[in-house]
């Protein structure tokens, strides 16, 4: 059996290498070489898979014959999209009005193979419903989590989870940023089977 191609992440979210290693996916990471500033008119499903593809590709040339993982989110409320917010004054703005509605996180997960430039692509969305909060729990989830960075002001992996009072969707992994479900669709889309890549939990002794 050829041995798999080696498995590069076109990311440094300690969050996304968590998840797979959760799965026992070897990988390296890798920063992408990506501006993430321009939607260009997208909607947000399109734009997470545009950025997906933009991370993905921004690391290909460094890493011929891999196959590289990009993955993006965005946020969409009453149809407006959200990126990331650039500070804490915009945190804040985002969480204030996110509080006591429905939105939907999108998460777009790309699996590139370098050696034909044959790519699969997957949106995952999940609904989440957060509760009615007042400036004041907003502002200590704020202090508490520190989430820079992460599109919405929250980080659903850790205190964030305590925002919300209801999700809906098949995949919880496409809310902390890369959805396993859909990525196993995509190695199965280019061919593959994500077992073959899979390493067996440690035994214990």
Known sequence: MTAPLPVILASTSPYRRALLERIGLPHTAHAPQFDESDAEGRDAKSCALAFAEGKARSIADKYPGTLIIGSDQTLS??????RKPRDKAEQLSQLSRLAGSKHELHAGVVLLDTRGDRIAREVATVE???RPLETAALEK????DHPDGC???????RRGICLFGETVGADDSAVVGLPLMSLTRCFEALGFEIFDWLEPEPQSP
């Open 128 to 130: 989440l419903t957060m």
């Open 141 to 144: 989830y704020l202090a508490l």
């Open 77 to 82: 409320l009453r149809g407006e999209t959200f």
């Open 151 to 157: 599109v919405g002001g929250y980080t659903f992996e």
